[in-house]
């Protein structure tokens, strides 16, 4: 489903990050980081809530607003429950929207947002999301401290928090237009090769904005996907050429890709993950080239697996979904 | 935060439930059920996502709708990662948008659809929800075969799945306006008296909806809690008193006491619950004297305990919220 809009601007984001994140290339851009993963907490689910809490703090300094400015929060992570979300909106004191599509959840968050306010519902949303690597090892793998090895194709769940204010108010940089996407099967089961499992849904949302709004990538100067990684960057490549006769050229990144250096940082083997992961990207490079103009439009399509352990040890396979939403650059 | 709508009306719902719903007193009300909990299926898991299949199947079937028709399905549930929706979402082959807002899930859709419906957005938004009593003990405490014996204040995870179709098309009953919740935290840890944990967060919900719209419950013929049970239904009638200074006085009833007969199914303990569990006795039971004028305006209030198994391990509270919907006869 692809809807535009004409009212629907970026008031402004904040991006919070661990040591990893600092690490990479964006480094200095992201607006605080930590030195440790447990920030002078006691549990590490408890540390994602923080990046999360942060976050929407910054959103509210840099854009001069309280609390009580905020119509409603709508924010999702990766813990079971959306566990960092809740928590972290019990310090927000708003009224509160909790959401979940795995690593394609801000992109959902915007989407929804985008249409509280285009219909002048409310003035101000806040969208926010948060990834703790050792919350999702934990969770969907094995603890960190077990050290298990893993395959090149394994993506690296990015530590941080990222949020962002969407307002009628006229600024720099607005969202033009969205797509929600739909359910992918393409009969994948190996959770350490999300790439794989993603890349056909990133195809099928860029494909149906394009078709939907009678564009082709050149109405773009650049393609983000959310988190496939460098080897499921190529699948996407190859996929949307042979299934939809699509050539990205080189208009086309993934966060995943952009937020470490995967020549230096080999710990992240095939780059990063996690919702947090495209917003860091999202927030802290590509909104500062759209307000430069250096960009004018982008389309930024956030990718989700939308794994549940349970199911695949039952040998159900892996779906996924990815949600657009179109940035462009106000004159 | 509270909208008024003036274009958002219910098509069509449609209910499916397990063995110990359809012995309850709403028996035959609902459209369709099982008599075992696996439905022909080999996992739990995959047996609560075909109940919500079967019930947007039956929505469609009613609504004499095709797949196709619908703009946008928004669901959620109580499995991890909203499993049991995304794997039934790729049943339907539609723009999926998941959810989480634990047993307040149904009306947090309910609220997003009319926004989508209200501002032209969307022409048909569906909204779903499940629950599965096994999968919800298995994840959320124990195994039901461990049979461990629990206090009169728990709660029975009701088993169904329930769906319902807003459109603008005019019809016998309409969503008037909603009021969106925020996170309540009363610093209760029991995941077996969940009532007490979720009956703050109501009757904040309740107290924001009246005195946003400036009525009192005079103006509703009935208003009805999602899940509180028979223990936390006497709470939220004393709390409602005590800290806003309202009697509920005939007009308040709980969905999680309808649901069951609590006089002879004492296996349900307190009552039900479960995101479905409202979302049942509204479709099958409300709604219907809504279209027959027996009801002129109800306020349906789904109560959400955001219970994380993790973080009550770690010391850590259960917090819970609510959304309401108003529900009205329309002349």
């Known amino acids: 489903m692809t809807s535009k809009y004409k009212n629907v601007y970026i008031d402004e984001?904040?991006?919070?990050?661990?040591?990893?994140?600092?690490?990479?290339?964006?480094?200095?851009?992201?607006?605080?980081?930590?030195?440790?993963?447990?920030?002078g907490l006691d549990s590490l689910e408890s540390a994602e809530s923080k990046l999360m809490v942060d976050s929407f703090n910054l959103v509210l300094h840099k854009s001069k607003k309280e609390?009580?400015?905020?119509?409603?929060?709508?924010?999702?992570?990766?813990?079971?429950?959306?566990?960092?979300?809740?928590?972290?909106?019990?310090?927000?004191?708003?009224?509160?929207?909790?959401?979940?599509?795995?690593?394609?959840t801000n992109t959902e968050g915007l989407v929804i947002a985008s249409n509280l306010i285009e219909s002048n519902t409310c003035d101000n949303v806040l969208v926010s999301v948060s990834s703790h690597n050792m919350v999702a090892e934990k969770q969907f793998r094995n603890p960190t401290e077990y050290g298990g090895p893993k395959p090149n194709t394994a993506t690296f769940t990015a530590t941080g928090g990222a949020s962002c204010l969407l307002t009628n108010k006229k600024s720099k940089v607005r969202i033009e237009s969205s797509t929600i996407g739909k359910i992918i099967d393409m009969e994948q089961n190996d959770p350490m090769h999300m790439g794989r499992v993603m890349a056909p849904a990133a195809a099928y949302t860029i494909n149906k904005h394009l078709s939907d709004l009678d564009r082709t990538i050149d109405d773009y100067d650049l393609i983000l996907t959310g988190d496939l990684g460098i080897v499921g960057k190529e699948i996407l490549r190859d996929y949307m050429k042979s299934e939809y006769g699509i050539d990205l050229k080189n208009k086309y990144n993934d966060c995943g890709v952009m937020l470490y250096d995967l020549d230096k940082q080999k710990e992240v083997?095939?780059?990063?993950?996690?919702?947090?992961?495209?917003?860091?990207?999202?927030?802290?490079?590509?909104?500062?080239?759209?307000?430069r103009k250096e960009l004018k439009r982008v389309l930024y399509v956030a990718t989700g697996a939308l794994f549940n352990p349970s199911r695949v040890f039952q040998k159900e396979n892996i779906l996924s979904i990815a949600h657009a939403i179109s940035l462009e650059s106000v004159e």
């Not at 984001?13 to 920030?39: C, I, Q, W």
């Not at 400015?69 to 509160?96: H, K, R």
Request: include cysteine; aromatic fraction near 12%.
């Open 13 to 39: 984001v904040a991006t919070v990050v661990g040591p990893y994140e600092f690490n990479g290339p964006l480094s200095k851009r992201f607006d605080k980081h930590y030195d440790d993963m447990y920030f």
């Open 67 to 104: 609390k009580s400015d905020i119509d409603v929060l709508i924010a999702g992570d990766l813990q079971n429950q959306i566990a960092a979300s809740s928590y972290a909106a019990g310090e927000l004191d708003t009224p509160f929207l909790g959401i979940y599509s795995a690593c394609a």
């Open 269 to 291: 083997q095939a780059g990063g993950s996690g919702p947090v992961c495209s917003a860091l990207v999202v927030y802290a490079d590509i909104i500062k080239k759209l307000e």
